[in-house]
């Protein structure tokens, strides 16, 4: 991914923190950190999973108050600075989880953040708010029902809805946009088009800071790099002064020299072509935007599904799951035909599902690690006259947790304290433990950080050459050349291409999409 335009002068100071600290009950989540956002500056904030990004995050919202004896202040267009909490009005947020209401229509959600047009007493008719809504989505190439309940988007669709509406609150240049992962389910196209809003905020004397693990964005996009490690700034230097090795290595403590982490990757494995019988076997799957999908994935194979926003490809798991309604002439899997499929009618038949909203859809976010993991298959765990046998329960979760390298490693800590990339590897964890014959991915490393990148891409592979059919659904059209053996392009809700074997690159995989 190329920079869209060329590097912006910085100006006057629009954000100061200064030797802010965050302290949590045994855990010191910031420590003295310090950084700057000027008027016309893109500045990126990388780190690993509880480097500390999420808890600066919500200081900078007034979610959380740091410590006594930092200074966090909004600059005023005089150039005086005052506590954040007075004026947050100049900052806008589009948050990891989105923070959108799921009982709203998108257009309310759309007029969240700004009061209602009148015409005297009246409100503005709503006519007009659907005609702006839409026109809004729009810019980022979406097109569904602004009236409909956002709890009904895709996760792409949910993340355009955020962006729309961050950007529509923009009521003077001179203010900072914070976003927060915020491409993770868009598709190159969509992401560009992101960009050019970004580099357009700046060029009229806005501030952005850009909290991304994907450091091809990063490079793209900001004019500055702040990295984050164990709560402390690690460094904070030019873009034009850091290069992607050095940065990995920053991110992860990593000496130079070692092993890469993605970016230099492995060669995707070549044996596995799917010449087996199918293990699933689907026909004429229908539902929403998918309007006919046939399918075959064979044991030990692994299938991405690929296509631009509203496409059906971030349906199709999700439908194969029973996790929303959908009709098929055929659903077959390891030769056994399934009808009115349920989610628990798939965990029966060994599949299982990482879905592409982990907080909605991937872990009860008030239960505990350990409740989580557990959660799909209680039934090693139950002794005689239907006891739980606790000791074997910690047993098995801390071998997943050591496993998947979850920090902090306390199986008894509420799921939602965790950050979003350790939420994503105890996902994983709870599905692998099952053994699943067939394990449906969608967006798979979203939220998650260059090293446990690696270590999911691992899990992903091992599934598979432990006999597992595997189907990713991705907007990450790198992560699809590297880890499938083929993937197939969803057009309009059919399948209009598949690439394999030396034809699966990105470029040959986005020319196709697009």
């Given at each position: ?33 310090s ?12 780190g690993?999973?509880g ?46 989880d ?9 257009v ?23 005609a ?6 729009g ?6 029902d ?16 955020a ?102 990757r ?17 026909r ?28 059906g ?99 008894d ?85 598949q ?16």
């Amino acid at each position: 991914m190329a920079p869209i335009s060329a590097k912006r002068t910085s100006g006057d100071l629009l954000l100061r923190i200064e030797g802010v600290s965050k302290t949590f009950p045994g855990l010191r989540a910031l420590d003295d950190v310090s950084l700057s956002v000027h008027s016309g500056e893109i500045v990126a904030v990388v780190g690993h999973n509880g480097s500390g990004k999420s808890t600066l995050v919500k200081l900078l919202a007034g979610v959380q108050t740091p410590d006594a004896g930092g200074n966090l202040g909004v600059s005023h267009h005089a150039g005086r600075t005052c506590a954040t909490s007075g004026h947050r009005a100049e900052l806008h947020f589009i948050h990891q989880d989105l923070g959108l209401v799921d009982s709203l229509s998108a257009v309310d959600n759309l007029n969240l953040t700004r009061p209602y047009e009148r015409r005297g007493l009246l409100p503005l008719r709503r006519r007009r708010e659907m005609a702006q809504a839409k026109a809004l989505v729009g810019r980022f190439g979406a097109e569904f029902d602004v009236r409909e309940p956002v709890r009904l988007r895709s996760a792409p669709e949910r993340s355009v809805i955020a962006i729309a509406r961050a950007l529509s609150a923009w009521s003077d240049d001179r203010n900072v946009l914070l976003l927060d992962e915020p491409t993770e389910a868009l598709h190159v196209s969509e992401v560009d088009q992101l960009f050019r809003a970004l580099h357009t905020v700046a060029d009229r004397g806005g501030g952005v800071i850009f909290i991304s693990h994907r450091l091809d964005e990063v490079f793209a996009l900001a004019d500055r790099i702040v990295v984050l490690r164990d709560g402390r700034v690690v460094a904070d230097t030019p873009t034009s002064a850091m290069d992607r090795e050095r940065l990995a290595d920053l991110i992860t403590a990593r000496q130079s020299g070692k092993p890469a982490v993605p970016g230099s990757r492995a060669p995707r494995p070549q044996g596995r072509t799917g010449g087996s019988a199918p293990h699933l076997i689907v026909r004429g799957l229908r539902g929403g935007p998918v309007r006919g999908i046939d399918l075959d994935v064979s044991v030990g194979e692994i299938v991405g599904l690929s296509g631009v926003l509203g496409s059906g490809r971030e349906r199709v798991n999700s439908m194969l799951f029973g996790a929303v309604p959908a009709n098929a002439a055929v659903i077959s899997v390891g030769g056994r035909r399934l009808e009115r499929l349920t989610p628990s009618k798939a965990i029966g038949a060994g599949i299982g599902y990482v879905p592409g909203n982990r907080v909605r859809q991937g872990a009860v976010m008030t239960l505990t690690l350990r409740e989580n993991v557990t959660l799909p298959r209680m039934s090693p765990f139950v002794a005689a006259l239907g006891r739980l046998d606790s000791g074997a329960e910690r047993r098995e979760v801390g071998r997943l947790i050591e496993e998947f390298d979850v920090r902090p490693p306390r199986m008894d800590q509420t799921f939602n304290l965790f950050s979003g990339g350790n939420q994503q590897k105890a996902i994983f964890a709870k599905w692998l433990r099952n053994n699943p014959s067939l394990l449906l991915l969608d967006e798979p490393t979203q939220g998650v950080d260059i090293g446990a990148k690696s270590a999911i891409y691992a899990a992903i592979r091992a599934a598979a050459e432990s006999g597992a059919a595997v189907i990713v659904a991705s907007a990450d059209t790198k992560e699809l050349a590297e880890i499938c053996d083929r993937v197939l392009v969803i057009e309009d809700g059919t399948v209009t291409s598949q690439l394999r074997g030396a034809d699966l690159t990105e470029a040959k995989l986005v020319s196709a999409i697009l």
